[in-house]
């Protein structure tokens, strides 16, 4: 069976959105600082760039698709007509809409049956690769909470954010097990095995 990864670029202080998320500021407050590494030192990070976008199908909850507030059935999402996934991606929501279909195989799919059924249809989707958990922090705490990680990938950008949105506020205790670890002055990335 194919592992379930996540990655998340996280602040030293455990942030991955700063305070105050709008739609002028999705990230929050300072949060783009966080991902200065993927726009500053693209060829450095190509192999972390690549393994966060080598999956077969992805999950996100849906603030991460449409951001703080309410969306109407015309809002396609941040990344314009044609995403970075390439590959089927379920959104977790309390209101189920027709999938979204975008340009370079990205579809976008609506579920409102919970994280396992999102996790069932991404692994059918996904076959032999493997499944992303693509974001935000409250829909990565609930599959780590809920024991559905295997491998938790953190790229810990050297910024303190002081507020907004945490990865691990009330996750039960798990355990980690250091993989690999690599990086550069605007980031550190920390691979993980997450032990069931």
Not at 151 to 162: D, I, T, W
Request: net charge negative; proline share 6%; glycine share 12%.
């Amino acid at each position: 069976m194919s592992s379930v990864t996540c990655d998340l670029t996280i602040s030293l202080d455990g942030y991955v959105a700063g305070p105050e998320q709008s739609l002028e500021q999705p990230m929050g407050v300072g949060g783009k600082r966080l991902h200065r590494w993927m726009f500053e030192e693209p060829d450095q990070h190509e192999s972390e760039r690549a393994g966060i976008l080598a999956a077969g199908a992805y999950i996100m909850g849906r603030n991460m698709f449409a951001g703080p507030g309410d969306r109407d059935a015309s809002w396609r999402g941040w990344w314009g007509e044609e995403p970075p996934y390439h590959a089927p991606v379920y959104v977790l929501t309390t209101e189920p809409r027709e999938p979204l279909v975008l340009s370079g195989g990205t579809t976008f799919h609506f579920v409102d049956e919970g994280i396992v059924a999102a996790l069932v249809r991404a692994r059918a989707a996904a076959g032999s690769k493997d499944v992303a958990i693509a974001g935000g922090a409250s829909t990565a705490r609930q599959y780590l909470a809920a024991g559905l990680i295997d491998e938790l990938r953190l790229h810990m950008a050297p910024v303190l954010l002081g507020g907004g949105e945490r990865l691990l506020d009330g996750v039960p205790d798990i355990t980690l097990e250091p993989m690999e670890v690599s990086g550069s002055g605007l980031v550190t990335h920390i691979r993980y095995r997450v032990v069931h």
